[in-house]
C-alpha cells in the first residue's frame, strides 16, 4: 500500500545526543514537510523540500537538519543544540500538480529526551 | 502578526449544537486553504479544501472570506464524534504548487451529551 513510514514510533535519548528520525514516502510525492507539534499546541514547521537536493527552513529550523538525495526519503536529524527536543514530529507530503491540496502524514515520532 | 492564527478555544458544546470556527492568516496573497482534523496523539486529517468562495460537505461548511483574509468552518448538529481538534493550513502559492504549507494553532472541540 502506498503511504509515508515514520521511524522510530517511540524514541528516547540522553541530553546531547543527536537522533535522526527517518521518514520514506512511496506516493512519488514531491514536496516533504517536517512539522514539530508539542502538547496543547499547532504543527509548527520545522523544514521542508519541494524538489530533491533542495530543501528550505520552517519557522522553527535551529537545531535541526535534513537532506532530500531521494525523492522518497527525507530524514531529519535532531541536534544537540536543539534546546527542547521532547516533541511529536510528523512528517508529510504532497503531490506537485494536480491533487487535492491534501496532505498525507505519517504515524509520527515521539522523541522523549532525558 | 502570526501568519496563521486561529482561537484555541477549547468549544465545549452539547450534541446537536451549530459551531463555527475562525482561522485568519496575514498574507494576502495565500490561494488555498485547507482545514484539518487531528484526534488526540495521531496525525492530522485533511477535512475539507477551501478554494473560492466556500464549499460544504454534509454538516461541515468552509467559508472563504477574502477582503477581511479569514477562513471558517462550520460544523451543523455536532456529534459526539466531532470531538477533536481542528487546524487550518494555508498555501500561499497559486494553483497546484505547494510550498510553505503553515498550520494554524489549532481549535479543541469537545462535544457532550
Known amino acids: 500500500d502506498g503511504g509515508i513510514t515514520q521511524s522510530p514510533k517511540y524514541l528516547f535519548r540522553k541530553e546531547g545526543q543527536n537522533v535522526t528520525l527517518s521518514c520514506e514516502q512511496n506516493l512519488n510525492h514531491d514536496a516533504m514537510y517536517w512539522y514539530r507539534q508539542d502538547p496543547g499546541q499547532g504543527l509548527r514547521l520545522i523544514y521542508y523540500?519541494?524538489?530533491?537536493?533542495?530543501?528550505q527552513k520552517g519557522d522553527i529550523a535551529e537545531g535541526y537538519s535534513v537532506s532530500r538525495e531521494k525523492k522518497e526519503s527525507f530524514p531529519l536529524t535532531v541536534t544537540s543544540a536543539q534546546k527542547n527536543p521532547t516533541a511529536f514530529y510528523l512528517c508529510?507530503?504532497?503531490?506537485?500538480?494536480?491533487?487535492?491540496?491534501?496532505?498525507?502524514f505519517g504515524e509520527g515520532s515521539r522523541l522523549t529526551v532525558l | 502578526r502570526k501568519e496563521v492564527e486561529q482561537d484555541p478555544g477549547p468549544f465545549n458544546v452539547p450534541e446537536g449544537a451549530t459551531v463555527a470556527f475562525n482561522c485568519t492568516y496575514s498574507n494576502s496573497a495565500s490561494q488555498s486553504f485547507f482545514w484539518y482534523r487531528q484526534d488526540c496523539r495521531k496525525e492530522p486529517k485533511l477535512l475539507m479544501s477551501v478554494y473560492s468562495s466556500g464549499n460544504e460537505d454534509g454538516r461541515f461548511t468552509a467559508q472563504l472570506n477574502r477582503a477581511s483574509q479569514y477562513i471558517s468552518l462550520l460544523i451543523r448538529d455536532s456529534k459526539l464524534s466531532d470531538s477533536a481538534t481542528y487546524l487550518c493550513v494555508v498555501n500561499p502559492h497559486g494553483g497546484t504548487s505547494y510550498g510553505k504549507l503553515t498550520f494554524g494553532q489549532g481549535t479543541i472541540l469537545t462535544v457532550h451529551p
Open positions: 508529510a507530503s504532497i503531490p506537485q500538480g494536480a491533487g487535492t491540496g491534501e496532505l498525507f
Open positions: 523540500s519541494q524538489i530533491v537536493n533542495d530543501f
